[in-house]
Structure formats: C-alpha cells, structure tokens
C-alpha cells in the first residue's frame, strides 16, 4: 500500500507508466521462459557442424543440378524455337533478338551458338556483365578460311547499344568442333568434357543439340559455360558465408572454386602448360584449397568424405567435405572453418533469447494495451498528424479514432483543419502551400532570380466560347489539368489560369538548375498532351484546338506581391512580358513553340531549334532574336536539319538585304521540308520579283549605251 502512495504522490508520464509496467511483467517471467531456451540451445556442436555442412553441400549441389538444367531448358528452348521455324536462323535480326534475349536469361552462360552444316557459325557471347558480342562466322571451303565478322554491344540501364565492329580472318570451321560432332551424332542434347574455347583460350565446357526442320539438319545449337562464369557464379552463391565451396574434376583438377580461383593462371600468375586445362588445387591461387591440397591428393576421387582438419592457414580446426555429382565425374567439396560454426551455435542461442523476449513481450503487451489504445497511440497519431500539416502532406491519412471523447474531438478538428488546407491547395500552387507553411516569412520575400517563365494559349478557343458556351467548360477543364500535369511533371509551378491561358514558372519558388531545359520539356509535353486530347475530342464530335506557347528566360521579380490581406506569388518583369508577347507571335509564323534567346542559350546543347526571326519586342528598340523549339536532343547532338540550316541562310539573306538569296533559300526549304508556314510567312514579306521580261529590256538597252 505504502508503494502506491508513493506512486500516487507525483504524475507519472503516460509511457513511463506502461513501460514500469512492462518491466515488471518481464522481471517476474524472465526465468521461467530465458532459461529453458537457453538449456535448449546448448546442442552438441559437432552435430550441428554436420548437419549444417550437409545442408549446405546438399544446397549447392541442387543448385549446381539446377544451373545444367537451366542450360538445357533454354537450349531446348532455343532448339524448338528454331526447329518450328518461329525463328528463321538465316534472317539476322530475330536471330540476334533470339540468341541476345537466351544469353542474358541466365548470367552463367557464356555463349549461345549455332553451327551450320557448312561449317558457318553464328554466336551470341557473353563478355561481362555489361558487355556482349555477336559473331557471324562464314567458312570458305575453297581458301580454307572463316571470315568473321564481330559486332560488340554494351549494356545501359537495361537496353543494349553497338559500340563497334570488326572483321577478322581464323580458321574456325564450326564441323570441326567436338560439340558440333557429338551432337550430329546423338539424338539428344550431350555435354562435352571440358576444353578450352578457340575465342577466349578460357576453358569450359558445352551442351548440344541438333536442329532438324521437316527431317533436314538446319545444325547444332550450342550453350556454352566458360569455368570462370561457374567461378563467379559460387562466389555469388557462398557470399556471406565463412569457408569456400569448389568444384573437382575427376582427376582432381580445379574446375571451379568460389575463393578467387584462377581457371587459366597459376597461382604465379603464369599461364598454364597447353596441354593442362584445368590448375590443380596448389596452383589455383585459393589460399584455402591450396592449404586443403595434401589431404585432397590423399583421397581417392569420386568418394565420399567427411573429415576434420586442423589446418593453421584455415584460422584452425575446419570441416572438409566431398560429394561426388552425377555430372562429369565431378566432386563438390566444402571447407566451413569450426568458428563459423561455433558462432551459427551463438547466433542460434541468441535468437532463441529474442524469441523469448518476444514472448515476455506479448505478455507485457496486455498490461500497457489499455493505456497505448485508449492514450498513447492517438495523442501519438494526433502529433505525427501535426507534422505532417507542417509537410503538407494531405493525403494518404488514416481517420484519427477513439472512445475517449475529448481525444475524438481531437480527431475532429484535424480533420477539418487537414480538410481547409487541401481546398486552399486547390487555390494556390502545392510548392508555395508548403513553403508558407514551413516558413511564412521565406514565402513573403520578394526577391530578383533567374527564372523561365512559360506562356501557353488556346488558338480560337474564345471564338469557340462565344459559339458553344457553358458547353466548353468541361473540355476547359480537361485541357487545364492536362497541362498542370505537364507542367508539374517537368518541376514547374502553375502561376495563374487567365482563361484558357496558363502562366508556369520554373525555378520557383523552389530554386531549379535546370529551369530553362525543363520549361522546354513541359513545352513538348505540352503540346503532345493537346495532340492526345485533340484526337479523342474528334472522335467524340467535339471542337478541336491549337495551341500557342512562349517560353522565355531572364531576371525577374519574383515573390509573393499584393495587398496585406491578398498577395499572389507571381513573377514581374520584361522576360515576363517577353514570354508572354513569344506566345502570341507565334500566330505570325504558324509555330507551335517560341523561346527567346537566353533560354536558347541555355538549352542550345539539349533541344533541335531553328533562329526563327529578329523581332522588334514592345517597348524595346533593338531587335532580339526568337527560336521555334522542335524536340529534344538530350546527349544526342544530332547533325541539324539541311531545312532549318537553308532557312536560318534565308534569314541572314533577307536581313542583309539580298532578297534573291533569300528567297532561293525559303524555296529549298519547302522543297526539302515541305510545307512550312515560317517560311512561307517570310516569302510573303519578301518584296515580288521583277519580271524578266524588264530584265531583258533593260540588259539591252545597258549593251546599246555601251556600243555608242
């Protein structure tokens, strides 16, 4: 009772109450459930050593089973595929989606080949992991000569790109090869012995098979695995694991091993004799299966074995263990050192410790419930919900609920609160939202910064308006929130809708490097938004439209400029204005979109543009150069346009006054391009040609003059 007292003589915080609660529910319980576990977990060690090395023996070796039938899976594949004329291996392209598409299936295999009756030879050959090679070999049986032609590829996020070509002259005749033979001699697919491959002087070994169509030999579709690819493939399998896993032959050669095995160099670095494939365990650089090699030499091969060794180099007393494999002769081995064991023995104990506790916890979970239900967890949601406002983040929020009535009303009036600030969001740009709600102060600064200010307008939209109405507000609608998704899509922020005109800022109010490059890109979008909304308008009978848009680049006057009690974050300023007047000229050459020249310079690497004219800006005295934006080059670079270099040539023509240059060049735009509304603007203010007639009359009367 005296305890309580005490208890009850100051105010205890809510979570300190329900962990001394918990505390004791563990204090009273701890032994009755830690102990056990822990006597339980007190195993015989070298049981557990067996048993676990057995595991891992059995789970390398039916993964090694499972890589050969893999191989065979997708060389069956391969088989069929070709056997069914689905792919025809004469026509290169499928032939090399095909062989590309099988050889990236599986990062074991190393080739995928075919060889033709003629002793031509077609290969797919896998180089590393980022870089590929495709190899079409064509067999002269008049010269005793193979020209082969080499085409080398590179992997990029995915996609593969040519990096360059060779033609080589060899003699590799593909009727020549084991596997070729072995297959045209067996009705199945067979695996050779290992070998070292004539392209890389790697050793590995193939599986075969032979494609027949219709009764006639088409020839022999090969997988081939380079040992070096089974090298990397147990080091992936082993990772994380103390010890080493390898592959013996059955004359005891190294074929694979997962601790830096070396398939061609000895541990010198010396290449092997050529008459040896495979290293031995010493000369295999692998510090611990060189260790292993007197016992390995000791026990006969393709017998099972299960030893401990005492070896200083393995860091003491370690397992060894010898399978043999039902492929090759082959013999898999592990080497597991006894402190990974020993420490698979703590971790165990460990984790029954943890388990245990997650008991205790469970336990102690019914005394704090009520509290944690009822208190803690609401107040808790009701904070986090609190920063979350701050974030402005609204939505994705779970209902705030309790049976208590003053933390239900809690919930209530977040949720209005959360409820007033998405409608403002619908009001306001989400950036600026934020930035008021984080820091007031910030948002009311106005502040001179280097922005691009984008401008984009509706052609005969009001004419529309006056014709269908209130009809036109839902397609008005659909339009908008198309184009804020463009806009905010490329990281700008909708300033205003005036209309069916949309004013966008990039680079604020949050700063953006790339602002100019990425007002071009909601341009573009812009526009094949419009494209998609035009073509399902038509096919619903309803109006269509074009679109104008001005883009344009500059220091600008930019913060939150008003009243007290209404300001709107917007942008002032002549790039402004610039913008703005870009988005009507573009009426005047039939353009889609116009940007000014400092956002040019800025984007002039990354865009396809054309100088579209030299215009006198309202309010200015010096002409200024405009740019029509055709599509992004982003590290591409392409060679121009011959249309949009002989219309620029147009342009400096006419401007230095050479009108006959000038229309030559506007008229071999047409030609080259077509129909271009620019071009034919220009020719329209061009002055008319004389007529030649006149050119005649006055040329004679000029020779006349001269003979008097």
Same mark, same amino acid.
């Given at each position: 009772?005296?305890?309580?007292?005490?208890?009850?003589?100051?105010?205890?915080?809510?979570?300190?109450?329900?962990?001394?609660?918990?505390?004791?529910?563990?204090?009273?319980?701890?032994?009755?459930?830690?102990?056990?576990?822990?006597?339980?977990?007190?195993?015989?060690?070298?049981?557990?050593?067996?048993?676990?090395?057995?595991?891992?023996?059995?789970?390398?070796?039916?993964?090694?089973?499972?890589?050969?039938?893999?191989?065979?899976?997708?060389?069956?594949?391969?088989?069929?595929?070709?056997?069914?004329?689905?792919?025809?291996?004469?026509?290169?392209?499928?032939?090399?989606?095909?062989?590309?598409?099988?050889?990236?299936?599986?990062?074991?295999?190393?080739?995928?080949?075919?060889?033709?009756?003629?002793?031509?030879?077609?290969?797919?050959?896998?180089?590393?992991?980022?870089?590929?090679?495709?190899?079409?070999?064509?067999?002269?049986?008049e010269t005793g000569k193979a020209n082969r032609g080499i085409d080398y590829y590179a992997d990029y996020q995915g996609a593969l790109y040519q990096t360059h070509s060779k033609m080589i002259e060899n003699d590799y005749n593909a009727t020549d090869r084991g596997w070729f033979k072995a297959a045209m001699?067996?009705?199945?697919?067979?695996?050779?012995?290992?070998?070292?491959?004539?392209?890389?002087?790697?050793?590995?070994?193939?599986?075969?098979?032979?494609?027949?169509?219709?009764?006639?030999?088409?020839?022999?579709?090969?997988?081939?695995?380079?040992?070096?690819?089974?090298?990397?493939?147990?080091?992936?399998?082993?990772?994380?694991?103390?010890?080493m896993a390898f592959v013996l032959g059955p004359n005891g050669l190294v074929v694979a091993a997962s601790e830096a095995g070396v398939a061609v160099q000895g541990a010198d670095g010396a290449l092997l004799d050529d008459n040896q494939l495979l290293p031995t365990p010493e000369q295999s650089g692998a510090?611990?299966?060189?260790?292993?090699?007197?016992?390995?030499?000791?026990?006969?091969?393709?017998?099972?074995?299960?030893?401990?060794?005492?070896?200083?180099?393995?860091?003491?007393?370690?397992?060894?263990?010898?399978?043999?494999?039902?492929?090759?002769?082959?013999?898999?081995?592990?080497?597991?050192?006894?402190?990974?064991?020993?420490?698979?023995?703590? /971790?165990?104990?460990? %984790?029954?410790?943890? =388990?245990? !506790? +997650?008991? $205790?916890?469970?336990?102690?979970?019914? *005394?704090?419930? &009520?509290?944690?239900?009822?208190?803690?967890?609401?107040?808790?949601?009701?904070?986090?919900?609190?920063?979350?406002?701050?974030?402005?983040?609204?939505?994705?929020?779970?209902?705030?609920?309790?049976?208590?009535?003053?933390?239900?009303?809690?919930?209530?009036?977040?949720?209005?609160?959360?409820?007033?600030? /998405?409608?403002?969001? %619908?009001?306001?740009? =989400?950036? !600026? +939202?934020? $930035?008021?709600?984080?820091?007031?102060? *910030?948002?009311? &600064?106005?502040?001179?910064?280097?922005?691009?200010?984008?401008?984009?307008?509706?052609?005969?939209?009001?004419?529309?308006?006056?014709?269908?109405?209130?009809?036109?507000?839902?397609?008005?609608?659909?339009?908008?929130?198309?184009?804020?998704?463009?806009?905010?899509?490329a990281g700008g922020v909708v300033d205003k809708f005036i209309g069916d005109a949309v004013m966008a800022l990039f680079g604020a109010p949050d700063q953006d490097e790339d602002h100019a490059l990425n007002a071009c890109r909601a341009a573009l979008g812009c526009i094949a938004a419009l494209e998609r909304?035009?073509?399902?308008?038509?096919?619903?009978?309803?109006?269509?439209?074009?679109?104008?848009?001005?883009?344009?680049?500059?220091?600008?006057?930019?913060?939150?400029?008003?009243?007290?009690?209404?300001?709107?974050?917007?942008?002032?300023?002549?790039?402004?204005?610039?913008?703005?007047?870009?988005?009507?000229?573009?009426?005047?050459?039939?353009?889609?979109?116009?940007?000014?020249?400092?956002?040019?310079?800025?984007?002039?690497?990354?865009?396809?543009?054309?100088?579209?004219?030299?215009?006198?800006?309202?309010?200015?005295?010096?002409?200024?150069?405009?740019?029509?934006?055709?599509?992004?080059?982003?590290?591409?670079?392409?060679?121009?346009?011959?249309?949009?270099?002989?219309?620029?040539?147009?342009?400096?023509?006419?401007?230095?006054?050479?009108?006959?240059?000038?229309?030559?060049?506007?008229?071999?735009?047409?030609?080259?391009?077509?129909?271009?509304?620019?071009?034919?603007?220009?020719?329209?203010?061009?002055?008319?040609?004389?007529?030649?007639?006149?050119?005649?009359?006055?040329?004679?009367?000029?020779?006349?003059?001269?003979?008097?």
């Open positions: 009772m005296r305890i309580f007292r005490l208890l009850n003589a100051r105010r205890w915080p809510l979570q300190r109450v329900a962990a001394i609660s918990t505390v004791a529910v563990v204090a009273l319980t701890a032994a009755a459930i830690i102990v056990p576990f822990w006597l339980l977990s007190a195993r015989e060690t070298a049981t557990l050593q067996q048993r676990l090395n057995a595991a891992i023996v059995g789970d390398v070796e039916q993964e090694i089973d499972a890589l050969f039938l893999r191989i065979e899976a997708l060389q069956e594949t391969a088989r069929s595929v070709l056997a069914a004329s689905a792919v025809d291996i004469q026509a290169k392209v499928p032939r090399e989606a095909l062989f590309l598409g099988l050889l990236r299936a599986d990062p074991a295999i190393s080739w995928v080949s075919f060889g033709f009756p003629n002793g031509d030879f077609y290969g797919a050959n896998r180089r590393d992991n980022n870089q590929y090679r495709l190899v079409e070999s064509r067999w002269d049986p001699t067996e009705q199945g697919a067979i695996w050779t012995d290992v070998y070292r491959f004539a392209s890389s002087g790697r050793p590995g070994l193939n599986t075969a098979v032979r494609v027949e169509e219709a009764g006639a030999v088409l020839g022999v579709v090969s997988f081939a695995v380079e040992l070096d690819r089974l090298d990397a493939w147990l080091r992936q399998r082993m990772a994380g694991k103390d010890g510090p611990m299966l060189a260790a292993l090699a007197p016992t390995l030499q000791a026990l006969p091969t393709g017998v099972p074995a299960h030893m401990k060794l005492d070896l200083p180099a393995l860091g003491g007393r370690a397992f060894l263990n010898l399978t043999p494999l039902a492929r090759g002769g082959w013999t898999m081995g592990t080497v597991l050192p006894e402190n990974a064991f020993v420490g698979d023995v703590i /971790a165990e104990r460990r %984790r029954m410790i943890f =388990a245990a !506790l +997650a008991v $205790l916890a469970l336990t102690a979970l019914g *005394a704090i419930r &009520v509290t944690r239900t009822l208190f803690v967890a609401p107040l808790q949601a009701a904070a986090a919900e609190l920063q979350r406002f701050g974030r402005f983040e609204l939505s994705g929020r779970r209902p705030l609920r309790s049976s208590i009535a003053e933390v239900a009303q809690l919930g209530e009036g977040l949720e209005g609160a959360r409820r007033s600030l /998405a409608a403002m969001a %619908r009001y306001a740009p =989400a950036e !600026l +939202a934020r $930035l008021v709600i984080q820091d007031r102060d *910030a948002a009311a &600064v106005v502040e001179r910064r280097t922005i691009t200010v984008l401008f984009l307008d509706l052609e005969g939209f009001t004419a529309a308006t006056e014709r269908l109405g209130h009809r036109l507000a839902p397609q008005l609608n659909t339009f908008l929130t198309a184009m804020t998704g463009e806009v905010r899509a909304l035009n073509r399902g308008w038509a096919e619903a009978g309803m109006p269509t439209f074009r679109m104008r848009i001005g883009v344009n680049t500059g220091r600008v006057l930019v913060g939150s400029i008003g009243a007290p009690d209404r300001l709107n974050y917007t942008a002032l300023g002549d790039p402004v204005n610039l913008a703005a007047r870009l988005e009507s000229l573009n009426r005047e050459y039939g353009t889609a979109i116009m940007i000014g020249a400092q956002t040019y310079d800025l984007v002039k690497y990354d865009v396809a543009a054309r100088r579209l004219d030299d215009v006198r800006v309202k309010g200015k005295t010096e002409r200024v150069p405009v740019f029509e934006l055709l599509e992004l080059t982003i590290g591409e670079r392409p060679e121009r346009a011959p249309w949009a270099l002989r219309y620029e040539a147009g342009l400096d023509a006419m401007q230095d006054g050479d009108m006959a240059e000038a229309r030559a060049h506007f008229e071999a735009v047409i030609e080259l391009r077509g129909a271009d509304t620019a071009t034919t603007a220009m020719l329209a203010r061009m002055p008319p040609t004389r007529d030649p007639a006149f050119d005649k009359l006055e040329n004679a009367a000029r020779a006349l003059a001269a003979g008097r």
